[in-house]
């Protein structure tokens, strides 16, 4: 492990990790959820709606590693709607629109100026489950003024994390596009099943950022086969004041 200020760039996950991902989705499925018996709405609490959609995205993902991140999340729509008894109050529009709500999600408070703090010391990249498209959209919104050297989409890979496809894709594009080897990158995300697990086993140092409510990424606990994490934070800010203490 290299102290924090060694690396030479830092690998986000996007969703989760720089935009609140969980309460954009739970927002955007209202939609959906409006539509439920005041039982059946007790039954689906916001854990477990986000539980739900976390398991049909990733079937849905590895049953068809191409299909581009919208059009995924319409399947999924569609998945949880069934599961409801609600498909039949289901319209194009509303798949549509959760399928496009991703641009919407908002960042966590800390993201913007963390990003332009860290951006300071290191060459800062992303490795997003999305579109190139979806991406832009967010970038051009609630990632507005943050400045990435380097930005790799499963669309643009072909697979969708955690396959490893995905890490190595990031390890040798850092190195051709911006001269920093994989031992210098650290993969820095939230979810410790579609990135960090992962991202060791393609040897890639990690730093997980413990965003909280967290019903999607994981704990510890839960993996069979653990972790060892390089670095762990509370926040992103957390992390940043860490950089600029070993930096100052």
């Known amino acids: 492990?290299?102290?924090?200020?060694?690396?030479?760039?830092?690998?986000?996950?996007?969703?989760?990790?720089?935009?609140?991902?969980?309460?954009?989705i739970v927002k955007a499925?209202?939609?959906l959820t409006e539509n439920l018996s005041s039982d059946a709405a007790t039954k689906y609490t916001a854990k477990k709606l986000l539980s739900r959609y976390a398991y049909h995205e990733g079937r849905i993902q590895k049953q068809y590693p191409t299909l581009k991140y919208p059009s995924i999340l319409e399947q999924v729509?569609?998945?949880?709607?069934?599961?409801?008894?609600?498909?039949?109050?289901?319209?194009?529009?509303?798949?549509?629109?959760?399928g496009a709500s991703i641009g919407t999600w908002?960042?966590?408070?800390?993201?913007?100026?963390?990003?332009?703090e860290l951006g300071k010391y290191f060459k800062l990249v992303i490795l997003s489950n999305v579109d190139k498209e979806?991406?832009?959209?967010?970038?051009?919104?609630?990632l507005s003024?943050?400045?990435?050297?380097?930005?790799?989409?499963?669309?643009?890979?072909?697979?969708?994390?955690?396959?490893?496809?995905?890490?190595?894709?990031l390890a040798k594009h850092c190195e051709e596009d911006l001269h920093v080897?994989?031992?210098?990158?650290?993969?820095?995300?939230?979810?410790?099943?579609?990135?960090?697990?992962?991202?060791?086993?393609?040897?890639?140092?990690?730093?997980w950022i413990e965003r909280k409510p967290n019903a999607m990424g994981g704990e510890k606990e839960d993996l069979e086969d653990g972790i060892e994490l390089d670095y762990s934070f509370r926040s992103l800010k957390e992390m940043a004041l860490a950089v600029d203490t070993a930096s100052s």
Not at 182 to 207: M, N, P
Request: with cysteine; charged share 25%.
């Open 1 to 24: 492990m290299l102290d924090l200020k060694s690396y030479g760039a830092l690998s986000f996950d996007c969703y989760g990790t720089l935009v609140d991902w969980e309460s954009g």
């Open 29 to 31: 499925l209202r939609s």
């Open 77 to 98: 729509y569609d998945e949880l709607a069934k599961e409801m008894k609600l498909q039949d109050r289901v319209t194009s529009q509303d798949r549509a629109a959760f």
């Open 106 to 116: 908002p960042a966590f408070p800390d993201t913007i100026a963390a990003l332009n």
């Open 134 to 142: 979806s991406f832009n959209n967010t970038l051009a919104g609630p």
């Open 145 to 169: 003024g943050v400045q990435f050297d380097a930005v790799y989409v499963a669309e643009e890979i072909g697979s969708y994390k955690p396959d490893l496809r995905n890490f190595e894709y």
């Open 181 to 207: 080897p994989r031992e210098r990158i650290l993969q820095t995300a939230y979810a410790l099943f579609h990135d960090l697990t992962a991202a060791k086993k393609s040897g890639l140092d990690v730093c």
